[in-house]
């Protein structure tokens, strides 16, 4: 059985599964902030769960199948070896489930700290946007709107 979905999880079955998978947590994000169903599912732990024991299934994966994790490393010495490192589909998907939660973590980080400064989720929506594609810019554009609707600028928050 464990082989069965060994050979339906492949990885470019993985990866459309991750660009499926973190969508609904989006558009919960999104569309209804402040239910309910936003608390328990997206600015909770429980995306967070699931890119992991993803991220830790390839980990294994591509540990059994002898990838070189000590090559990971090469991506520090420059340009040219991180480019050479991302032609290794071991390191692109773990990137990529890498991005995907480091942009939902921070998504769901806007919602909630607009929430305790009673923003509105209309306000919040470019930022949000922008976070699902460009993550650090739309946590920057966040930011410059914080900034002037809390009146107060606070680097320590």
């Not at 569309?31 to 699931?50: A, D």
Request: glycine fraction near 6%; include cysteine.
């Amino acid at each position: 059985m464990i082989e069965q979905i060994a050979a339906f999880f492949t990885i470019e079955m993985i990866y459309l599964w991750l660009n499926i998978g973190v969508i609904p947590f989006w558009l919960v994000l999104i569309v209804f902030p402040q239910s309910k169903i936003c608390g328990l599912l997206v600015t909770s732990i429980f995306p967070f769960f699931v890119l992991t024991a993803v991220y830790v299934y390839l980990g294994y994966y591509f540990y059994i199948s002898g990838y070189d994790f000590d090559y990971n490393f090469t991506l520090y010495l420059g340009l040219y070896d991180l480019r050479n490192l991302f032609e290794a589909e071991a390191f692109l998907i773990m990137f990529w489930t890498h991005f995907l939660a480091i942009n939902l973590f921070c998504g769901a980080w806007i919602m909630k700290d607009s929430q305790k400064l009673f923003m509105s989720k209309y306000i919040v929506f470019f930022p949000i946007i922008i976070t699902y594609f460009i993550g650090p810019l739309g946590l920057f554009i966040y930011w410059i709107i914080r900034m002037f609707y809390a009146k107060r600028i606070n680097l320590l928050d």
